[in-house]
C-alpha cells in the first residue's frame, strides 16, 4: 500500500525557518518523482515543487522560489522541503504528492501537515 | 504562467442526474512528446486530493466508470454520468504540461 505521511508543520513567525518532511512507504521511492502541494484554508490547491528521482530536474513556483529549497533522500525514502523567510501567505496546509509514472500528474497524497506563518 | 478557468464555481446537481465540468487553459496543453497532460482530482470535505482523470480521459485505478474526461488543446470537460452522494466534493483541472505546474480555481458539486 502506497503511504506518504507528511511531518514538521507548526505555528511559527514571519521571517522564520521551518523543514517538511515526507517519509513514503509502499512503492520504490527513487523510481519516482516528487511534488510538495499546498492549500490555504478554505482556498484552492497550489503546486509548489517537484523533484525528479535522482534530484536532477527541480523546479518551483515564482512565489516561493529562492526561498523554499525541496530535496529527497532515497536511502531513507523521504523528501523535504526547507522553507526559509516565511511570510503570512505562506500559511496552508502542505502536501507531499507521489508523481504519477511515466506520466505529468499526482497519483498519491499523504493527509498533509498544517504550517501556520503569524506573529 | 498557464491560467486554468473552470467552470461553473458551484453545481447543485439533483442524485442520479449528470453533471458537467469545464476546464479552460490560457494556452494549449499539448506537450512537445504530443501528450495531453491535464488532470482531474477530486477533493471531498476534510480530505486529500485524490486522482480521478489524468492525460484528459485516462481514468486512475479504482475511479468509477461513471466519470469520464474529454476534451483537446485549451478546452476539457469532466462528466459525471449519475451523480451519486459520495461525489459532494471540490474538483480540480490540474495542467502539467508546463511548469510551472497549475490548477483550476475547484468547482463544489453538492446535492439540490
Known amino acids: 500500500e502506497v503511504q506518504l505521511v507528511e511531518s514538521g508543520g507548526g505555528l511559527v513567525q514571519p521571517g522564520e525557518s521551518l523543514r517538511l518532511s515526507c517519509v513514503v512507504s509502499g512503492f520504490i521511492f527513487s523510481d519516482y518523482s516528487m511534488n510538495w502541494v499546498r492549500q490555504a484554508p478554505g482556498k484552492g490547491l497550489e503546486w509548489v515543487s517537484h523533484?525528479?528521482?535522482?534530484?536532477?530536474?527541480?523546479h518551483y513556483a515564482d512565489s516561493v522560489e529562492g526561498r523554499f529549497t525541496i530535496s529527497r533522500d532515497n536511502a531513507k525514502n523521504s523528501l523535504y522541503l526547507q522553507m526559509n523567510s516565511l511570510r503570512a501567505e505562506d500559511t496552508a496546509v502542505y502536501y507531499c504528492a507521489r508523481d504519477l509514472r511515466d506520466n505529468y500528474s499526482i497519483d498519491y497524497w499523504g493527509q498533509g501537515t498544517l504550517v501556520t506563518v503569524s506573529s | 504562467d498557464i491560467v486554468m478557468t473552470q467552470t461553473p464555481i458551484s453545481s447543485p446537481v439533483t442524485l442520479g442526474q449528470p453533471a458537467s465540468i469545464s476546464c479552460s487553459s490560457s494556452?494549449?496543453?499539448?506537450?512537445?512528446?504530443?501528450?495531453?497532460?491535464l488532470s482531474w482530482l477530486q477533493q471531498r470535505p476534510g480530505q486529500p486530493p485524490r486522482l480521478l482523470i489524468y492525460k484528459t480521459s485516462n481514468r486512475f485505478s479504482g475511479v468509477p466508470d461513471r466519470f469520464s474526461g474529454s476534451g483537446a488543446g485549451t478546452d476539457f470537460t469532466l462528466k459525471i454520468s449519475r451523480v451519486e452522494t459520495e461525489d459532494v466534493a471540490v474538483y480540480y483541472c490540474m495542467q502539467a504540461t508546463q511548469f510551472p505546474w497549475t490548477f483550476g480555481q475547484g468547482t463544489k458539486v453538492e446535492i439540490k
Open positions: 494556452e494549449s496543453l499539448v506537450h512537445s512528446d504530443g501528450n495531453t497532460y
Open positions: 523533484i525528479n528521482g535522482r534530484s536532477a530536474n527541480i
